[in-house]
C-alpha cells in the first residue's frame, strides 16, 4: 500500500481529524486515484477499528472519534469520488423503533456501516412504521436497519415490516434488526432478513446482501 | 429531593437551556465525563476489583456530582436541559431519609442505609429481570417469593396476555399489567406472605399502564415499589415525569433504575463508575426516587460480573454509601444460565462485591439478561446467601477482593463464551415452585467451594 494511504489509514484509526482530512489531500495530489483513497485509506481502516472492537480493545468513543475522522476525510474525497464515477456502497435507513429512545446500538451500528463506504440516512429514535416507510420511498435505500431495547417495544419492528410491504416496497430492501432483546429467532418470525447481534457484523450481513 | 420541588423539576422540563440529543451526548456528556475522570484521578486498577481506597471512591462522587450539575438531564421530547443547583442538590441530600417502612402488616420491615463494610446484612430483592411463558407467571413469582431471604420480589415479565401478544400503548398492555399486578398479588398470598414489599410492574412499559395497576386491593399498592428508569444517557423524557408525577401523588416507593454502559458513551471503567454514581443523583431529585435500582452492564457481554464490571460496582456503592444515604440495589447481570455452575459462581461474586461494598441486592439476571424464561430463584439465593454471610462476619474489602479474585478464576476466562443454561421449567418443578434435586445438588457443591474461600454461611 502506498505509504500515504498507511498515513490516512493510522489516521483515522487514531481519530486525528485534521490529519485524516490532510493525508487524503495530499494522496490525490499525488495521483492515487479516488477509490483506493476510498478503499485503503477511509474504509479499510473503519474495518480495523470495527474489529478492535470485537476485540474489546475499542469502544464507542474510540469508534466516534475514528469515524469523525473518516467523515473528514471523506468530505475532502467525495467531490473526486463523484467525477470519477466511484458508486459508495447503498444506502441504509436506520433508526431504533417507535416507543424506544435507546440509540447507542443504532449509533454504532450506522457508525461502522458508514465506515464500510454505506450513505446512511438516522430517522433517529421513537420512529413509527409509516416513518420507516416513508423513508424507503423517498431514499430508495438497499437495507433498512432497525434497533429495540426493550422487549415492549420490539415488537413494533414487525410492524415496521408491514408497513413497507403495505407501500409495495418489501421487496425492494433487506431489513436487518437487532438491540440487546432481539434474538436470531425473532428476527426470522417476524420476516426480517437477517439479525445481527452487534456492529460488526451488522456490517458483514450488510454486505454479504450485495 | 422532597415531593414540594417536584413542580419545580417539571417546569425545568420544559424551559430549561435548549439543546439537541447529538449535541448533548457528544458536545456536553461525553467530554465532561472525560475532563472529570482526569481532574479526580480517577483510575481503574484490574488487581483491585473491589477496591479499598476510600479518597479514590469520595473523588468518585466528587466528579459524579460536578458532572450531574454540569451535564443535568435531557428532556428528549422538549430538548430543554434540567439543571440544578449545587445548594438544591445539596438541600435533596440532606432531605433523603436513609430508611423507609416497606411492605405491609407481618411482613413489612425496614429499609436502611448501609455503610461500606456494614455488619447490617443487606436488603434482598430478588428477580428474574425477565419475560416468560404467560402459564409461568404464577409459578415462577411463586418461588421467589417463597425465598426465605427475599425482603422483596419483583415478577417476571409478561408478553402475552390472554394468548395475544403485548404491544406498548395498546389495550394489549392494559390486559397484560393488570393480569401481572393481579397473579403477582395472588402469588403473594399463596405464599402466605400477603404483605410482602413488592415491586411491580414490568410489564408495563407506557405510562397509562404503570397508572393502570396503582390499586391497594388488588393492584400494585402504596406500600410497595415501582421501577422508574432513566435512558441512556442522562435523559429523561414526558412520559417517564407522567409515571413520576403519579407514583409521588399515589404515594408508593419510586427506584430510579439506572444502568450506564460500559463501553458506550461513558467508556470504560472510570467513566463508568461516575456515570452511574451520577445516575443516583438524577434518581434523588429528578425521579424522585427512595431507592436506586442500579445496574450497570458490559456493551458487549450485558453482563456486570467480569473484573471491570466488579469494579464499577464496587466503586459506585462505595461513592454512594460514604457520601449520601441514599439507599441502593446492586443488580447483578450474569454471564451464564440457570443450572449452570458458571453462573452461581458469577452470582457469589456480584453479592460479595456489592455487600462489602455498602450495597443491597436486586438479584439477579442471567444468561445475558436475554432468553426467555432464563432464571431461576436459585441465583438470587446464592448471591444474597454470600451477601448476608460477608455482612456477618464484618469482612473487609481487602478480604473481599482476595476472595473475589479467586472467584473470577472460576469462570473469567469463560465469559465470552458463556453457557445458556436451562429455563426455568427444566430447573424446578413448576408445580411445587420448587428446585429440582440434580440442581440444588449442585448449588450445595458451589455453595461449599465459596464456603471454603472464607465466606461463612450462617447455614
Not at chain 2, 308 to 324: G, Y
Request: hydrophobic share 45%.
Amino acid at each position: 500500500m502506498e505509504p500515504i494511504l498507511v498515513a490516512a489509514a493510522e489516521s483515522v484509526i487514531a481519530g486525528r481529524k485534521a490529519e485524516a482530512e490532510r493525508h487524503v489531500a495530499q494522496a490525490l495530489t499525488a495521483g492515487l486515484s479516488p477509490q483506493s483513497i476510498l478503499t485503503e485509506g477511509l474504509i479499510a481502516p473503519m474495518a480495523e477499528v470495527g474489529a478492535r472492537f470485537e476485540r474489546g480493545e475499542f469502544y464507542v468513543p474510540e469508534m466516534l472519534i475514528a469515524a469523525r475522522a473518516m467523515q473528514a476525510g471523506l468530505a475532502v474525497l467525495k467531490p473526486h469520488l463523484a467525477q470519477a464515477g466511484v458508486v459508495m456502497g447503498g444506502t441504509v435507513v436506520i433508526g431504533t423503533v417507535q416507543g424506544d429512545l435507546h440509540d447507542i446500538g443504532k449509533n454504532l451500528v450506522a457508525m461502522m456501516l458508514e465506515g464500510a463506504g454505506f450513505e446512511i440516512v438516522d430517522l433517529g429514535t421513537d420512529v413509527g412504521p409509516e416513518k420507516f416507510a416513508a423513508a424507503v420511498r423517498e431514499h430508495h435505500p438497499s437495507l433498512v436497519g432497525m434497533s429495540a431495547l426493550l422487549t415492549t417495544t420490539m415488537k413494533n419492528m414487525q410492524s415496521c415490516i408491514q408497513a413497507i410491504e403495505d407501500l409495495g416496497l418489501r421487496s425492494q430492501v433487506k431489513i436487518l434488526v437487532g438491540g440487546a432483546p432481539v434474538t436470531e429467532a425473532f428476527a426470522t418470525s417476524i420476516g426480517a432478513d437477517g439479525y445481527a447481534p452487534d456492529a460488526s457484523r451488522a456490517v458483514a450481513l450488510a454486505k454479504s446482501f450485495g | 429531593m422532597p415531593p414540594v420541588q417536584m413542580w419545580n423539576i417539571f417546569e425545568r422540563a420544559g424551559t430549561g437551556p435548549f439543546c439537541e440529543d447529538d449535541d448533548f451526548t457528544f458536545k456536553i456528556l461525553m467530554p465532561k465525563l472525560q475532563q472529570v475522570i482526569r481532574k479526580y484521578d480517577i483510575r481503574y486498577d484490574p488487581a483491585m476489583p473491589i477496591p479499598q481506597d476510600d479518597d479514590l471512591a469520595d473523588r468518585v462522587w466528587q466528579a459524579a456530582v460536578e458532572f450531574f450539575l454540569e451535564v443535568g438531564v435531557l428532556n428528549g421530547d422538549t430538548h430543554r436541559r434540567i439543571l440544578l443547583e449545587e445548594a438544591e442538590l445539596r438541600e435533596a441530600l440532606y432531605h433523603a431519609p436513609g430508611r423507609y417502612w416497606v411492605g405491609a402488616g407481618k411482613d413489612a420491615r425496614w429499609w436502611e442505609h448501609r455503610a461500606v463494610e456494614d455488619e447490617r446484612t443487606p436488603f434482598c430483592i430478588f428477580s428474574p429481570d425477565i419475560t416468560c411463558d404467560e402459564d409461568l407467571f404464577l409459578p415462577m413469582s411463586l418461588a421467589y417469593i417463597q425465598e426465605p431471604l427475599a425482603d422483596s420480589v419483583c415478577a417476571p415479565i409478561l408478553e402475552e396476555s390472554m394468548g395475544l401478544p403485548i404491544k406498548s400503548g395498546t389495550p394489549t398492555e392494559m390486559a397484560g399489567v393488570v393480569e401481572h399486578a393481579m397473579t403477582l398479588r395472588q402469588a403473594a398470598k399463596l405464599a402466605g406472605r400477603p404483605g410482602m414489599f413488592l415491586v411491580a410492574v414490568g410489564t408495563a412499559q407506557s405510562d397509562t399502564g404503570q397508572i393502570a395497576v396503582s390499586n391497594d386491593d388488588w393492584g400494585v399498592r402504596h406500600t410497595d415499589g415501582r421501577l422508574i428508569g432513566i435512558l441512556s444517557e442522562m435523559r429523561v423524557d414526558n412520559e417517564l415525569l407522567n409515571k413520576i408525577a403519579h407514583c409521588a401523588q399515589f404515594g408508593c416507593l419510586v427506584g430510579c433504575l439506572s444502568g450506564a454502559i460500559y463501553g458506550g458513551y461513558a467508556g470504560r471503567a472510570e467513566g463508568t463508575a461516575v456515570l452511574e454514581t451520577a445516575y443516583h443523583l438524577v434518581g434523588l431529585t429528578i425521579h424522585q426516587a427512595s431507592f436506586q435500582q442500579s445496574f450497570p452492564f458490559h456493551l458487549h457481554f450485558t453482563s456486570n460480573s467480569g473484573r471491570e464490571m466488579l469494579w464499577v460496582v464496587s466503586m459506585v456503592h462505595q461513592a454512594v454509601s460514604r457520601n449520601s444515604r441514599i439507599l441502593s440495589t446492586s443488580n447483578g447481570f450474569l454471564n451464564a444460565g440457570p443450572g449452570t455452575e458458571m453462573v452461581l459462581f458469577e452470582a457469589a461474586a456480584h453479592g460479595l462485591a456489592s455487600v462489602v461494598s455498602g450495597g443491597d441486592l436486586w438479584e439477579t439476571a442471567v444468561a445475558r439478561n436475554k432468553h426467555r424464561n432464563y432464571a431461576t430463584p436459585l441465583e438470587a439465593r446464592l448471591a444474597c446467601e454470600v451477601g448476608h454471610a460477608v455482612a456477618r462476619q464484618r469482612m473487609s474489602r481487602g478480604q473481599a477482593n482476595q476472595i473475589v479474585l479467586h472467584l473470577l478464576e472460576k469462570y473469567e476466562a469463560q465469559i465470552a463464551q458463556a453457557p445458556k443454561g436451562k429455563p426455568f421449567q427444566e430447573c424446578y418443578d413448576r408445580r411445587t415452585a420448587r428446585p429440582n434435586a440434580w440442581y440444588l445438588d449442585m448449588y450445595k457443591r458451589v455453595k461449599e467451594q465459596v464456603a471454603t474461600l472464607g465466606v461463612q454461611f450462617p447455614y
